[in-house]
């Protein structure tokens, strides 16, 4: 098609969460001549966004929203906004991106496993409702397969006649903790369009958008159900790779082998590749769960049975490695908790993120206060009450987390007094590796890392030493995350249990 692509100069984002906010502002600083409106009717979180303290902790995400929202005097003016006024912005928009949850179902049929998708149910009736003129709608929401035809259907019966919709996939690939720079650099885009003139006419009008920041070469059309599909399969597939260097991660406990030196060595395989290949007490985190269960029962919807029980296998596995982890725990310490206190590092899902959906941290924790333990939780971004409500909605005995569950502002406070600590989240402040080593992470395997000298260790944000000056005796360290380096800790009299790892081998 040589006839340009429609410029689009209205958009609107509903939904104003981890997907919605940093995606509207990264395409809004990105297209200054496009007006970017995040709608929401979640008052507070829009007011959060419109402030400095933005409702998300995500690095980088202040520098990006700023500029777009406030404008930069004779430079640009403001294109980016946030709002309560959903029917007004989706009114006036021309592109609509849907960005609203799609959690897992809790009522009814497939609940459990099926994802709920009545928030999408409902922005599409209120898109039908009060469009006056045609919209192209994006799902950025994760959604199952073929529900663009859903969305299709809801439109045909609430729009008014005349008004035309274009349905397309545009999933977001984005990870927590790294959102601005994978928004602006991306692996790929993928758009999923029906195969039709007017979709794939809406397909490049939405290509044009990126185009202003992406090369061309990454964005990737196709089919509407293939890039509907390609989400899930995404999602699947990165845990899946976690799930079997946990699975690997037990028979090197067993046999006395070392997961890290295991994961470095299969990495080194191009076609294996070195990513997400780190063993740890369990993946959380608000998608995997949730899309590998979706993915499962849309499996088991169509009959095939073994599809679905192949990728719930993953999920198990996940499960099996949360509890394996708190049973190790007890087994160290003679078999009992009872009244001991537990040092609790980190209870974010991971690093650089203040998010708590799904995390390890809530699995773990009521197993121990569950065991009678006392926890001491300290997190440098996750505040009192989200612990708090995320526990006791989880917990089968809410009064443990009321009467055994303290929780602090600094490793310190939390690590007084207690017979063990656990690290649950990687913030680099618990790690006593290198900068260079820390900073290598994900990438670099490398089970031989240099270690942070003491000395280092003492002027950064945590020391190990100090901590072994407060400590119960015998002191152990709990490694969920494969963060520190054992050899130094050792010296120092703690007993080091990392995953993967067995200390006899
Ligand atoms: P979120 O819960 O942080 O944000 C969703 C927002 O939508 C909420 O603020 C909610 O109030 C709002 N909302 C719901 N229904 C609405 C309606 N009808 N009108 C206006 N606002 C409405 O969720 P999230 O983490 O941003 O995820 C959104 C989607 O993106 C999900 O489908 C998720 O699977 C997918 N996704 C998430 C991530 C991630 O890292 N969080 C990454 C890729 C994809």
């Known amino acids: 098609d040589t006839k340009p692509p429609k410029r689009i100069t209205k958009v609107c984002c509903v939904g104003a969460g981890y997907v919605g906010g940093p995606t509207s502002a990264v395409m809004a600083i990105k297209n200054p001549q496009i007006q970017v409106t995040v709608v929401d009717y979640d008052a507070k979180r829009i007011a959060a966004w419109q402030s400095d303290n933005l409702p998300i902790f995500e690095p980088g995400l202040l520098g990006v929203v700023k500029p777009a929202r406030d404008g930069i005097p004779n430079n640009r003016a403001p294109n980016l906004f946030f709002s309560t006024d959903v029917d007004r912005c989706i009114a006036e928009a021309e592109l609509i991106l849907l960005s ?24 599409v009736r209120k898109i039908g409702e009060v469009a006056e003129s045609s919209k192209i709608i ?4 994760t959604v199952p397969c073929r529900a663009a035809e859903t969305l299709r259907d809801v439109l045909r019966a609430t729009g008014k006649p005349g008004v035309d919709f274009e349905i397309l996939s545009n999933p977001e690939f984005l990870a927590e903790g790294t959102a601005i720079q994978n928004l602006l650099e991306p692996d790929r885009v993928l758009i999923g369009s029906l195969n039709t003139p007017q979709g794939l006419e809406a397909a490049r009008a939405l290509a044009a958008i990126y185009t202003s920041w992406v090369d061309a070469e990454r964005i990737i059309t196709i089919n509407l159900y293939s890039s509907e599909l390609a989400k899930l399969a995404a999602n699947a597939l990165l845990a899946q790779r976690i799930s079997s260097i946990n699975a690997l991660s037990a028979m090197c406990e067993a046999v006395g082998a070392d997961i890290d030196e295991v994961s470095f060595a299969v990495g080194l395989d191009k076609r294996i590749g070195s990513r997400m290949l780190k063993a740890s007490v369990g993946f959380g985190g608000s998608c995997f769960r949730k899309d590998i269960l979706s993915l499962a029962y849309i499996a088991e919807s169509l009959h095939l049975f073994e599809v679905a029980e192949y990728w719930r296998s993953v999920i198990n596995i996940n499960e ?20 001991k206190s537990l040092a609790i590092l980190g209870f974010a899902y991971k690093k650089n993120t203040g998010d708590t959906r799904e995390t390890a941290a809530i699995t773990v924790i009521n197993n121990l206060l569950a065991e009678g333990a006392n926890v001491r939780v300290y997190d440098p971004q996750v505040k009192e009450s989200q612990i708090r409500r995320d526990l006791e909605g989880s917990s089968a005995s809410p009064h443990l987390v009321r009467d055994k569950l303290t929780v602090w502002s600094s490793t310190y406070e939390a690590c007084a007094g207690a017979d063990a600590v656990v690290i649950l989240t990687e913030w680099d402040e618990f790690s006593n590796k290198s900068a260079a080593a820390a900073a290598a992470g994900d ?6 890392n240099g270690a942070r000298t003491e000395e ?4 950064g944000p945590m020391s190990w030493k100090r901590v072994s000056q407060i400590m119960r005796k015998p002191m152990y360290v709990f490694d969920g995350r494969n963060v520190v380096d054992p050899a130094p800790l050792e010296a120092l009299g703690f007993r080091v249990e990392s995953v993967g790892k067995s200390r006899s081998g």
């Open 100 to 123: 609203v949850n799609t959690p897992t179902k809790m009522l009814g049929q497939g609940a459990g496993h099926a994802s709920e998708l009545c928030y999408l149910e409902s922005a």
């Open 138 to 141: 994006v799902e950025k929401s």
């Open 443 to 448: 990438h670099v395997q490398d089970a031989r």
């Open 320 to 339: 099996y490695q949360k509890d394996r982890f708190t049973r190790r725990i007890v087994r160290c310490l003679f078999n009992s908790l009872s009244n």
């Open 456 to 459: 280092e260790a003492a002027n």
